[in-house]
């Protein structure tokens, strides 16, 4: 057989093969999201990963919100780093919030090292959950973006991190950190946008203490 042959028959395999396993690894993905059954969560993720455009066209050709495969592989990276994430020393893990969920009442001033600085004035919920993670031992960073998240990991070298934000911008965080070995659990606001987005509070403090 011919090199050709050979390659187009690869080829074809490949046409065949792709749709299928993203097929597979989506419904196990949404099987954990709806049930938290972990089901190869690994292998999901890894396909998910790696075949992200082609998933995330086949969806937009499904007319399907395509921020449901972040959604999906976030849930994914929770079930899988879980057991690690909990080993961890509580001292040693970090919980970045985003500045959207502040009032538009706050405050707070922001402080090149450490981020947006809560002054805890009750206006809203952040507070609570500080103090909460005080008595645990954990850091919480309020940030205003990626790269203030990205610089507080580099410079702090945490065992382990929590985050909330919106399904894109939660995924790019723990995708980085996994690809980095460390074991992260992230919570999807409930209300994203700008401004006084909402979380479930309750959710946040059963991951970060978990």
Do not use: H
Not at 106 to 135: H, M
């Amino acid at each position: 057989m011919s090199l050709y042959a050979i390659l187009g028959e690869v080829f074809f395999l490949l046409v065949i093969i792709t749709p299928v396993l993203l097929l597979i690894a989506m419904i196990l993905g949404l099987i954990l999201m709806i049930s938290d059954r972990t089901l190869f969560p690994r292998f999901s993720y890894t396909i998910l990963t790696v075949l992200f455009q082609p998933a995330r066209s086949l969806l937009i050709l499904l007319k399907i919100d395509p921020l449901i495969l972040n959604e999906i592989l976030i849930a994914l990276i929770n079930s899988f780093t879980r057991d690690e994430y909990s080993r961890s020393p509580k001292e040693r893990r970090i919980l970045f919030l985003p500045q959207c969920l502040r009032s538009l009442e706050c405050p707070a001033k922001t402080s090149v090292e450490e981020g947006i600085v809560c002054l805890e004035c009750g206006r809203c919920e952040i507070a609570d959950i500080v103090d909460f993670c005080r008595g645990l031992g954990i850091r919480v960073y309020i940030v205003p973006g990626g790269g203030f998240v990205r610089r507080i990991i580099r410079s702090r070298m945490p065992d382990a991190v929590a985050g909330v934000a919106c399904p894109i911008e939660l995924y790019d965080m723990m995708r980085g950190l996994v690809r980095a070995g460390v074991p992260a659990q992230g919570v999807i606001l409930a209300k994203s946008g700008c401004i006084e987005t909402i979380v479930d509070w309750d959710e946040v403090k059963r991951i970060v203490s978990g």
